[in-house]
């Protein structure tokens, strides 16, 4: 009997090819954090069964996701709920001629297996990342394991659905923070994956795109011109930051084809479900998976079983799970989460199941779900010591068993 979800170990004498082959081949440039190794020796094993529910309910949540975005569109009185920045509530209105099919939406739903079932903790979606962990890397841990398969590659649902958006022989920009190396070498990834796939490509900084009647523009020397497509590994956070000669505010109102359009911010929010169903739209799948929400303002410090997070938090950045952080670092969330409620939320914590490798270690492990354009994309894994998702987290391949 194959159990859903397993951890299953690549041998001693095999792993250093493995990790060799990870830093070289998928992208992982520095595989440490903290002097703590981030390519982890296991490898999640998905049963079919298991693998086809969590693709199902990415995709119902990715359509409800988009939904609310386009509902919020038009609901500028709800914007202070989300917790968004001044300046990025101002840009959403240049924004209203938004169509989802003029762009590529890619998102990332992040499960967890826990004592009661599957539940999610959040959509990353405005700038996912795990391209190659999502992509490279299971079919490099495929060569392990004869019974386990790679399920998706979401490099190659992202360059698909570029090339449906573009002209033969267009262009696409690679807009990221060009001095972070972990930014670089996914975007590097990305780029030569999309070189392969016949799509030319630029690797630039946010603000070397200009807006001629909302239409990109590449300033880079020698590299001047058109572009045809934005991919953009930039927090829209972080493009709020910019000074204002860099122009940032034309990514709102931007025509051109886009991954991911700055819409996203309505659902990278964490406080979403505060207002969700003030907007009409369904929400079903959302609210069979994900813990119950509130405004921190509605829960008492002395209530237990309540976790905060900050709205705009990113890789487990704040959130208040006991194990991971220390008791000064725990007040000093609860404070600022009661003191600046619109920029937290209060959620309810759900206990994460340890998965226990061959070895008796435990690991806690988060399943990232990709979807390209509301289709299930591929499968990327992270796993920790303790329950939080975060920094230190390591890198795990997913495969998929071919028994069952």
Known sequence: M????????????????????????????DPQVNDVNT????VVVLSIETAMKLEKWAED?????????????????????????????KALKTSKAYKREDHVRLMRFDFHPTVDGWSVSEVNSDVPGGFAEASILPKIAAKYFNNHIQYGDVAKSLAEAFKS??????????????????????????????NEFGIKTIMAAPDHIRWKNNEAYCILEEQEGKIDGIMRFFPLEWLNTLPRLSKWQGYYSSTTPSCNHPVSIFTQSKRL???????????QTWKMLLPETKDPKEVSLKEEGWIYKPALGRVGEGISIKEAVSKKELKKIEKSAHLFHKDWLAQRRFMS?????????????????????????????RISTYPRIDANAKDIPILVSKEG
Request: net charge negative.
């Open 2 to 29: 194959i159990e859903p979800v397993k951890l299953v170990t690549i041998p001693n004498d095999q792993y250093s090819n493995y990790r060799y082959e990870a830093i070289f081949n998928a992208y992982k440039w």
């Open 353 to 381: 199941k340890p998965l226990q490798t061959q070895e008796g270690d435990q690991y806690h492990l988060c399943v990232g779900v990709f979807t390209v354009n509301g289709k299930f994309a591929g499968f990327y894994g």
């Open 165 to 194: 958006h573009i002209k033969s022989s267009g262009t696409i920009a690679f807009v990221h923070a060009t001095s972070y190396s972990d930014d670089r070498q996914v975007m590097q990834f990305a780029s030569d994956y999309f």
């Open 39 to 42: 390519v982890s020796q296991n």
């Open 61 to 89: 949540l990715s359509i409800e996701t988009m939904l609310m975005e386009e509902a919020l569109l038009n609901e500028p009185k709800l914007y202070n709920e989300l917790g968004l920045p001044r300046g990025i509530k």
């Open 273 to 283: 479900p505060i207002v969700w169903d003030k907007l009409g739209t369904p929400n």
